[in-house]
Nanobody, 123 residues
Framework: QVQLAESGGGLVQAGGSLRLSCVVS????????MGWYRQAPGKQREPVAT???????NYTDSVKGRFTISRDNAKNTVYLQMNNLRPEDTAVYYC?????????????????WGQGTQVTVSS
């Protein structure tokens, strides 16, 4: 069974930095797209940053130049470095992994979510 474990959230003042980590475990065959999403109170979940298996990245406009997504394939881990944080970045941040996993002799492609980590930015 595939599991995602996020860490690194917390409370920080505006202008500060946080680094989120997401470790993926289980019978993983290969990764496709991995990414970070966030959901603020009363709002829908939105994509923040994604990274392909080849390392191509994409960011939502509001975080460009401030956030950096990266991945360590050897450690099955994806990171989100967040700099110059703003109060509007406050949200629960979720890791997502689109991957192939194995069960017996069969492979399955699914999208998996972590439990979320709270990021709060005070003004």
């Amino acid at each position: 069974q595939v599991q995602l474990a996020e860490s690194g959230g917390g409370l920080v003042q505006a202008g500060g930095s946080l680094r989120l980590s997401c470790v993926v475990s289980g019978n993983i065959v290969s990764f496709n797209l991995m990414g970070w999403y966030r959901q603020a109170p009363g709002k829908q979940r939105e994509p923040v940053a994604t990274i392909t298996s080849r390392g191509s990245t994409n960011y939502t406009d509001s975080v460009k130049g401030r956030f950096t997504i990266s991945r360590d394939n050897a450690k099955n881990t994806v990171y989100l470095q967040m700099n110059n944080l703003r109060p509007e970045d406050t949200a629960v941040y979720y890791c997502n992994a689109d991957l192939w996993s194995s069960r017996g002799s069969r492979w399955y492609r699914n999208s998996h979510w972590g439990q979320g980590t709270q990021v709060t930015v005070s003004s």
